[in-house]
């Protein structure tokens, strides 16, 4: 991957109500090139919306891909990725850290209106299925869109110059719990 190649990650931190969203734009070589913030409901269904308008309201043309640390931020409020990379014009990838069975359970479990159940579960169902990236000697589990799976494995390899968490993603992370915690104060 070309060092000069940015990719735009997508993280959350959330404590109340309201979920905080940071965006960092970091090239291929490490370099951190922008922030953008947002915002989406604790428990709701706005995490796509937040995240499309984020993207928009950041306007880089450079920004190749979008990475995002996992589909459902905010206590289940999935992301729905095909709706989000048509919104954006390029690739999204999610990528998560730890081999599981899936959220089905855990939604359930999570509400007990039976409708939202069943709306969070038809947009988590629609997700593309997550395939394992073995990046630095750990394993990540990735799904795309927008791109073969080929190509988001050396996406993820890319923007990870150590560990297993793509520096979009870790530095999207970092700005996300400061801006929460400033936000709390």
């Known amino acids: 991957m070309k060092a000069g190649v ?3 990650g997508v993280a959350e931190s959330y404590s109340g109500e309201t ?6 734009v970091v090239r ?3 370099v951190v090139d922008g922030f953008v913030f947002g915002e989406c409901t604790v428990g709701e ?10 993207v928009q309201r ?3 043309e450079d920004v190749r891909y979008l990475l995002v640390s996992g589909v459902a931020p905010a206590w289940f409020n999935v992301v729905d990725l095909r709706r989000l990379e048509a919104a954006v014009d390029r690739p999204v990838l999610s990528v998560t850290y730890e081999a599981s069975p899936g959220l089905e359970g855990a939604i359930r479990e999570a509400f007990d209106d039976e409708s939202t159940v069943e709306d969070r579960l038809a947009t988590y169902r ?15 589990y990735v799904r795309a869109v927008g791109v073969a799976d080929g190509e988001a494995a050396d996406v993820v390899r890319g923007f990870t110059p150590e560990g297993g968490r793509p520096e979009p993603l870790r ?4 700005a996300a719990r400061a801006a929460e915690s400033f936000r709390g104060t």
């Open 19 to 24: 979920s905080t969203l940071a965006g960092s």
């Open 126 to 140: 629609a997700q593309p299925e997550r395939r394992s990236v073995s990046v630095n000697g750990e394993t990540v």
């Open 28 to 30: 291929a070589s490490r």
């Open 45 to 54: 269904s706005d995490a796509t919306d937040a995240i499309a308008g984020m």
């Open 6 to 8: 940015r990719a735009l």
């Open 58 to 60: 950041l306007d880089r």
């Open 171 to 174: 530095v999207a992370r970092l």
